[in-house]
């Protein structure tokens, strides 16, 4: 199948956005790049219109079209009806204007073609050829049920579509036209390269920019054309509301959307169904939501609006071809895909972390809807074991740990409310902390002063190389020489002194009471400017004059007489 959907590698940015769209899984990731697996794709253009980069690019036939217009052929325009929704105002007239000026000789709606479709369906269901039929005007629906429901092959109308149609009628009238269907879809590119009718096809977007380029603008106009029900074609039921569907043994049902599609081919190729006509279209809201549509013109419920109010209450007045003449084959499009088995499978869940089911989340980060899909599509080479998302989670999270846990540096995390997430070895020996238990989830302010914290969370800058005095640390490594409740060692109560001082000293405490043996509990304030707070002091008796801080400075101080 020849490129009509290009990657642009310099947009990628793996966000496998596409693949989770992709109602068959035709990516492949490589090299951190998403191509598309041409084989197995159906063109329903859902990577296109999805991709938040625009990595995706449809392949320009304009410079056909340009040639024609240019050469000795006369060159006509099967416009899709859709294109009242992409022009709002627009009308045949006013767009058959605007074509003539690029260089066509002939534009003529699809519509027409679409109307002996419509009646070539009413005749299969009339003469019971068929118990199920499958619309197949959407290239799309046919090509998936080619590729992944060949049971129901036996289904599909084997009818032109309108696109394929309309161009015949036209190359009859005069052989040596060529001929250019203008609509939203991608697919129809491919289609128009199978069939001997269509010689080019282009998309809206593709015209809009070929009006640009030549400063042409599509005038609004009035059309009151009644003979012109098929213009309701690209709307979902629009192919039943121009059907009779007035046959009691069958049932009329409209389904759009490929993943809606999927569903119905279960149901027929199971032998669910029977006596039924399906108007299937792979685009949610059927061709007026084409991915080929302008971006700008995405408005389901005025463009559904638009070509209500277009189209017209009879069917067009055009002479009805032979069955013969309209009929159309769809043949087998086999694909070969390398199965693992539940050894590879479970070998490559392995290399991802899962190793129990309950490890299989099966989240669709990565795009597929299980963690075995997504194993099978590693060992197809279609995906990579690093698009799994807790799978990397893991590792960084792994790697993280053993970078902190390893490093001679502190490591202090911290949340919004200055509450400790976590702390590494080296930190705990630097503030003397022996569990984390003891820190985790309280606040910092028990081991460091908050300040720094709090400057740096206020005006969004760092702060580097700036030195702290921990009187905490110096604290503890006393009270641990002299043990707790014991007699101070010598010259322990020097240092002590000099430890709360310093304390006093930075903190600009302007107000301390220290309370003698024997005085009974109390409480005492301490002032301090900086955090406009209170502290308060908490007396206690024990075997020598004691002083503490609380929370400041972090437990009691024993200060020896």
Known sequence: MPDYLKLKKSNCQNCYKCIRHCPVKSIRFQSSQAHIVKDECILCGQCFVVCPQNAKEIRNDVPIAEMFVKGECPVAVSLAPSF????????????????????FDRVEETAVGASVVKTEYEKIIKERRQSVIISTCCHSVNTLVQKYYPEALPYLAHVLSPMQAHCKMLKEEDPELKTVFIGPCISKKAEADESPYVDCVLTFEELSAWFEKEGITVEAGEDHTEESRARLFPTTGGILRTMACDDPEYTYMAIDGVENCINALEDIKSGKMENCFVEMSACFGSCINGPAMDQGQRQPVQDFIAVNKYAGKKDFVVPQPASEELKHDFDYISLYHLMPGNIEIEAILKKMGKTRPEQELNCGACGYNTCREKAIAVYQGKAEISMCLPYLLGKAQSFSDTIINNTPNGILVLNESLEIQQINAAARKIVNVKHT?????????????????????????????????????????????TGRGTRPARNAGLQLRHVVQDFLRRHEVVRVEVHRPGLRYGKTELWHPSYNLRYPATRSATAAPSFRLSPMFFGAVTVPA
């Open 84 to 103: 009242v929704a992409n022009y709002p105002g627009a009308t045949i007239e006013t767009m058959r204007a605007a074509l003539k000026k690029l260089g």
């Open 437 to 481: 238990s003891e820190v985790l989830g309280k606040q910092v302010i028990r081991i460091l002063d908050p300040r720094v914290f709090i400057d740096v969370m206020q005006s969004g800058r760092g702060v580097r190389d700036e030195r702290v005095y921990l009187a905490e640390v110096e604290r503890r490594q006393i009270t641990r020489r």
